[in-house]
């Protein structure tokens, strides 16, 4: 028997054992060197989704309501998987979003996730989380929490305001694009608009005779109401016309002689009124009625312009006019024109 030292172990040989030592040995160092220089395999690393989440804008972002819905959309191939959440995160006027809650995702495209807003503007954005973990943000949705109630500042008319024409037209600001109803609680009669982006508006009423309670109610776009309360008076006013001629007195051995005859109309308030129809007629003795038509100007006039021809006689002929309009109803007025010798 042999002895053979290895490291610091001892092998014993016995007859004909030296080729099956050498032989394990052998295989042993091999076994080695193939571990060691053997290529890894890569353990498999979670991939993080490359598409974003989304979530659905409103249809108007002012609410009342302190608490909305969340509606997020996933891609197709994480409809309901469990090993992705969202992630919910919240920025305010003025800050960084910041995370506020998790959810799972549904078990179709659409989560809905109920949060909770904060007085003011409130700016949501969605992110998937997973084992490979955060996905890109979502585009920011808006939600604007508004809890006050739309302020009224009425330029015209005055309360008890005493209005001289059939409509009456309430001129004012409020918040924009606030909806606006106006009714005359006399009559039952009500119109309604909306509020420019601004806020200004222009409502125009019917009123009747006499004392006329107007309620004016306006909704801002979150949905909060606000009312106003006033009462005008539809006065007695009457529309004003005044007929002037360019001459009075006409002297026959002047004739043929231009005559210029000019109307001033007021409205009931006693202000300069445009638009209105006026039909002029000249009567001279001896000469057909000569007739003219004009409509007043921005000073409330109009002018008729004619010539007295020869052949007129001696004496005195009106000179008339008759206004018409839309809003105040007619009026007449008259002077006279004197032919002399």
């Known amino acids: 028997m042999g002895i053979f030292a290895v490291g610091a172990g001892v092998i014993y040989l016995g007859a004909g054992g030296l080729g099956t030592v050498a032989g394990a040995l052998g295989s042993t160092v ?3 060197i193939a571990g060691v ?11 993080v989704t490359s598409q974003a989440p989304s979530i659905e804008a409103p249809s108007e972002p002012y609410t009342n309501q302190e608490s909305v819905d969340l509606v997020v959309i996933v891609p197709s191939d994480l409809a309901g998987d469990p090993d992705h959440r969202l992630r919910v995160y919240l920025a305010l006027k003025d800050q960084a979003p910041a995370p506020i809650q998790e ?3 549904g078990a ?18 969605v992110t998937i989380v997973g084992p490979g973990g955060e996905s890109e943000s979502s585009p920011l ?22 209005i001289n024409r059939k409509a009456v037209t309430l001129d004012g600001r409020t918040q924009g694009r606030t909806t606006l109803i106006v009714r005359n609680q006399e009559t039952g009669d009500s119109v309604s608009g909306t509020a420019a982006n601004d806020g200004t508006f222009a409502l125009t009423l019917p009123i009747a005779r006499g004392a006329n309670p107007l309620k004016l109610t306006a909704t801002d776009p979150a949905g909060n109401v606000n009312e106003l309360e006033l009462t005008v008076t539809r006065g007695s006013g009457r529309l004003r016309a005044s007929l002037s001629a360019s001459a009075y007195s006409i002297s026959q051995a002047n004739l043929p002689q231009a005559i210029r005859l000019t109307v001033t109309v007021d409205d009931p308030d006693g202000k300069p009124l445009a638009g209105a129809r006026a039909t002029f007629t000249l009567s001279i003795p001896g000469i057909p009625t000569v007739t003219g038509n004009a409509t007043t100007d921005a000073n409330g006039r109009a002018i008729f312009e004619t010539t007295i021809p020869r052949g007129a006689t001696r004496g005195s002929g009106p000179a008339g006019v008759l206004v018409q309009t839309e809003d105040f109803g007619r009026t007449t007025d008259e002077t006279a024109l004197t032919v002399k010798k």
Do not use: C, M, Y
């Not at 220089?37 to 991939?47: F, Q, S």
């Not at 179709?108 to 807003?117: A, E, K």
């Open 30 to 32: 091999s076994d080695f």
């Open 141 to 162: 949705v808006r939600w604007i929490l508004d809890l006050s109630k739309p302020a009224i500042r009425l330029n015209s008319p005055r309360h008890e305001a005493v």
């Open 37 to 47: 220089t053997a290529t890894p395999v890569p353990a498999a690393t979670p991939v």
């Open 108 to 125: 179709n495209q659409r989560t809905i996730i109920p949060v909770t807003l904060t007085k003011g503007t409130n700016d949501f954005s």
């Open 103 to 105: 959810a799972p995702i």
